[in-house]
């Protein structure tokens, strides 16, 4: 089965290479990644996100999901000593960055509690693979026609942060300026969740951020400098070891 929405301001795209009829699953995972953009978007007046940033919801009123949502990010906030801040001065709430990878989290987890075994959830080049082996590209920071290496995941997750779509968008909160030490930082992990929330923590850092992530159990990590140096930790689950900056 093979399926592509577009969901959050990105594609989402799933296959499954399962036997069986999950397309009611798979209807089941989108309409959660829509309920998920709708509840939890900064920008959309109406979202919960929205709602609490203006004051109108007092603590004790806010959703399970959403207080899950806000305890990650106080979680790396902490770790990242203020370098990822989801409450930046002059800046409304913006969980956004903990809130794509968890939810596509939570829609895999939908398609596996329905039976399916071997499927890859991409969410705007963030990917879930469950019961590989999947081969995943990691982008070329600089040149959109190439990668910097191809990792192979059975059960996994990978993200990357870097400066190639959306420029310097991610801030370093200790600062208030644009994180500009790496060009792209890739991380591997058990979930999407902590993937991608220790890529895009580990980015506001800057250089330092490589070290921390590496340092993180069940991550392993890929980076690009500003310089173009690569860094790689050892458990790095490369295809055919094979590494080219």
Avoid at 36 to 63: I, M
Avoid at 106 to 135: H, K, M, T
Avoid at 171 to 198: H, I, K, M, Q
Wanted: with cysteine; glycine share 10%; hydrophobic share 45%.
């Amino acid at each position: 089965m093979r399926r592509v929405e577009h969901v959050m301001g990105f594609p989402v795209s799933l296959r499954v290479d399962d036997d069986g009829d999950f397309e009611a699953a798979a209807d089941a995972a989108f309409a959660w990644l829509r309920e998920a953009d709708a509840r939890f978007s900064p920008f959309k007046a109406d979202s919960e996100v929205s709602r609490l940033d203006r004051g109108e919801l007092p603590q004790d009123a806010l959703s399970t999901d959403l207080l899950e949502v806000l305890d990650l990010c106080e979680h790396y906030r902490a770790a990242t000593g203020g370098a990822f801040d989801v409450r930046l001065p002059g800046r409304g709430l913006d969980p956004c960055a903990v809130v794509k990878g968890w939810s596509v989290q939570r829609a895999a987890e939908l398609l596996s509690a329905a039976g399916a075994r071997r499927f890859c959830l991409n969410a705007g080049g963030d990917v879930i693979a469950v019961g590989g082996p999947w081969r995943v590209g990691v982008r070329h920071p600089e040149h959109a026609d190439k990668v910097c290496t191809v990792l192979e995941l059975t059960d996994g997750a990978v993200a990357t942060s870097a400066r190639y779509e959306r420029g310097d968008h991610i801030l370093d909160g200790r600062t208030g300026r644009p994180a500009t030490g790496l060009l792209s930082l890739t991380v591997v992990a058990p979930t999407l969740t902590e993937a991608d929330s220790v890529a895009t923590a580990a980015f506001a850092m800057g250089t330092e951020g490589v070290e921390w992530a590496a340092g993180l159990d069940g991550c392993e990590v890929f980076a690009v400098d500003a310089e173009r140096r690569v860094s790689r930790t050892a458990g790095l689950p490369v295809a055919g070891a094979r590494v080219a900056a």
